[in-house]
T-cell receptor, first 117, second 112 residues
């Protein structure tokens, strides 16, 4: 079990640049989530995939953010024209198919720390 | 009203004491409740899940759920310095599909 893998661990970029993060979920998990976390706050939901379908996206999510999961395996999160307010830890999580409540447990990756200068 | 609210803390207890962490939620028909632990600079890890009213015990941890009061808590018995972390309460609101919603977390420090 290799767990949820995220790349890169850290990203420093200049305001206005585009950045892309990658997440590889646990292999048998068909559900994948992206969250954002700032210091002193709980993780904030961004978007959710079941297989390759993006089923939910936060209303708070700017149109500068886009996520894909083209083959139902790994996912990418892209932020266009980054702003200083985008600086945060971006967390990916995965879980098993929701056949019952015991499969609602999320397993998190180590996150990508984004700093926008 | 926030969907999930926690005592912001920080909470400090001496080693060996009971630490009590509290959480309330707004969606009355929520069915799934979780406690995650997050060490500084690390990602959240699941420590407890609870789905029915009452208590659920796992080692030194006890989760308590009261759906009528929309309240969930976590008790940590015989607290250890290694328990020092931020504890996140999380709920799946019934209206959200599968979206896990987190509170802001309570920072716990266990003093030797």
């Amino acid at each position: 079990d290799t767990g949820v893998s995220q790349d890169p661990r850290h990203k420093i970029t200049k305001r206005g640049q585009n950045v892309t993060f990658r997440c590889d979920p646990i292999s048998e998990h068909n559900r994948l989530y992206w969250y954002r976390q700032t210091l002193g706050q709980g993780p904030e939901f961004l978007t959710y995939f079941q297989n390759e379908a993006q089923l939910e996206k936060s209303r708070l999510l700017s149109d500068r953010f886009s996520a894909e999961r083209p083959k139902g395996s790994f996912s990418t999160l892209e932020i266009q024209r980054t702003e200083q307010g985008d600086s945060a830890m971006y967390l990916c999580a995965s879980s098993l198919p929701r056949t019952d409540t015991t499969n609602e447990k999320l397993f998190f990756g180590s996150g990508t720390q984004l700093s926008v200068l | 009203q926030k969907e999930v609210e926690q005592n912001s803390g920080p909470l400090s207890v001496p080693e060996g004491a009971i630490a009590s962490l509290n959480c309330t939620y707004s969606d009355r028909v929520s069915q799934s409740f979780f406690w995650y632990r997050q060490y500084s600079g690390k990602s959240p890890e699941l420590i407890m899940s609870i789905y029915s009213n009452g208590d659920k015990e796992d080692g030194r941890f006890t989760a308590q759920l009261n759906k009528a009061s929309q309240y969930v808590s976590l008790l940590i018995r015989d607290s250890q310095p290694s328990d020092s972390a931020t504890y996140l309460c999380a709920v799946i609101p019934e209206t959200s599909g599968s979206r896990l919603t987190f509170g802001e977390g309570t920072q716990l420090t266990v003093n030797p």
